[in-house]
């Protein structure tokens, strides 16, 4: 009796191996079909059932089978499972694990090349969206990078979009991880100086931001970002001496931009330097008469210089006539000079509320009644 019972679980234990394994090939059947849902239904038994759990074959056909499902148009099998390409590479890479003989290796690494395709292009759309979303963008472009590394591949223009998408979403951490790993590795982009420069100037790190963009400028001396970052920095560190340096080279390279020759004003009013801060602001209104702060700033500047000569005419001694209205006849006439400026600028933003200032306090000045009038109406309405 002994000898049966033992017979009997013998068979028993044959009987439910030869099921798990009938099972699995029907899920490839199911595959070749093009049944992904009963693919699935049937598959999903076999990775958890000791007799073929640790056998490759089935992680390879599970693989296969997540696989098509992210990849099939048909909107049915695509919800069978919405995490299906991560659970694609997961399967793969068990079957690699298991796989001592290699005997899917060659399949396996073509199709996680093509996963690591489909993250890439996953991490694309959600970067291209309206609105953007830059934490699955970066979710998905860091999986492609991981995908490739998986089978030996380096992929550093995923890793510059897994970087600049987790810049654009503000997670810094991420963002310096990845634009680190592509400059280490030589990806010739000069952005990645001009976003890891940034990103040390939003942390506070001055010495960092302009450490790194000088390493940018000395690998692309001819890049013209890069050198208006190396300038902003001295902008900002009040270092105008090296700014300006670095401006007259950037107006060289580029005459006709007008921003330039505004950030060049800008440098030497901070300076003092007013001729030269006008004639800069002169030419950034020549290549582009609707450039608000260009205006704005040039009419800014003679109303400060007619300031000073009124400031002059106030300290004069009551028998100082002449001197006196001398130094208002100048300061008057300055003030005219701001005045297309200052009114270009208000057309171009009627709501600004300092270039409505300056206008009131000109034409109350100049007896410009009916003007002073106008821009007394809009500042009260607002």
């Known amino acids: 009796m002994k000898k049966v019972t033992l017979l009997l679980t013998v068979i028993m234990m044959v009987t439910v191996a030869f099921g798990q394994k009938a099972l699995r090939t029907t899920a490839f059947n199911n595959l070749?079909?093009?049944?992904?849902?009963?693919?699935?239904?049937?598959?999903?038994?076999?990775?958890?059932?000791?007799?073929?759990?640790n056998d490759p074959k089935t992680w390879f056909y599970r693989g296969n089978i997540y696989l098509q499902i992210h990849m099939s148009?048909?909107?049915?099998?695509?919800?069978?499972?919405?995490?299906?390409?991560a659970k694609a590479y997961e399967s793969y890479?068990?079957?690699?694990?298991?796989?001592t003989k290699k005997e899917f290796y060659t399949e396996t690494i073509q199709n996680?090349?093509?996963?690591?395709?489909?993250?890439?292009?996953?991490?694309?759309k959600f970067f291209t969206a309206d609105p953007a979303d830059y934490s699955s963008a970066f979710k998905a472009f860091e999986g492609s990078v991981k995908v490739s590394e998986s089978f030996g591949n380096t992929d550093t223009l995923a890793m510059f979009n897994a970087a600049m998408s987790a810049d654009n979403g503000k997670d810094f951490s991420n963002a310096k991880l990845y634009y680190n790993?592509?400059?280490?590795?030589?990806?010739?982009?000069?952005?990645?100086y001009n976003a890891l420069s940034n990103i040390a100037l939003e942390e506070k790190d001055t010495t960092a931001a302009l450490s790194i963009i000088k390493e940018g400028r000395e690998k692309y001396p001819e890049d013209f970002d890069i050198l208006i970052a190396e300038t902003n920095i001295y902008l900002s560190t009040k270092q105008?001496?090296?700014a300006i340096n670095n401006l007259t080279a950037a107006v060289e390279k580029d005459p006709m931009n007008p921003t330039i020759h505004y950030a060049v004003g800008v440098t030497y009013a901070g300076m003092g330097k007013e001729a030269e801060a006008e004639a800069a602001?002169?030419?950034?209104v020549e290549l582009k008469n609707d450039y608000f702060e260009a205006n704005y700033n040039l009419g800014a500047l003679y109303v400060n210089q007619a300031a000073g000569f009124i400031e002059q005419a106030n300290k004069l001694p009551l028998s100082a006539t002449k001197e006196y209205d001398e130094l208002k006849a100048r300061a008057d006439e300055i003030l005219k000079k701001s005045l297309p400026y200052l009114e270009t600028a208000s057309q171009l933003d009627p709501n600004d509320k300092s270039?409505?200032?300056?206008?009131?306090?000109?034409?109350?000045r100049l007896q410009m009644y009916e003007k002073m009038k106008v821009v007394n109406e809009k500042l009260e309405s607002m």
């Open 355 to 364: 270039t409505l200032l300056s206008l009131k306090e000109i034409y109350t």
């Open 93 to 99: 890479q068990k079957s690699l694990e298991l796989d």
């Open 112 to 124: 996680l090349l093509i996963i690591s395709e489909q993250f890439y292009n996953q991490g694309v």
């Open 181 to 192: 790993k592509a400059r280490t590795l030589g990806y010739k982009q000069p952005r990645i």
């Open 73 to 85: 148009e048909n909107a049915d099998f695509k919800a069978l499972d919405q995490d299906a390409l």
């Open 32 to 53: 070749r079909k093009g049944e992904l849902d009963k693919a699935l239904q049937n598959i999903e038994p076999t990775i958890k059932d000791a007799t073929t759990m």
């Open 240 to 242: 105008n001496d090296k």
């Open 281 to 284: 602001y002169k030419q950034a």
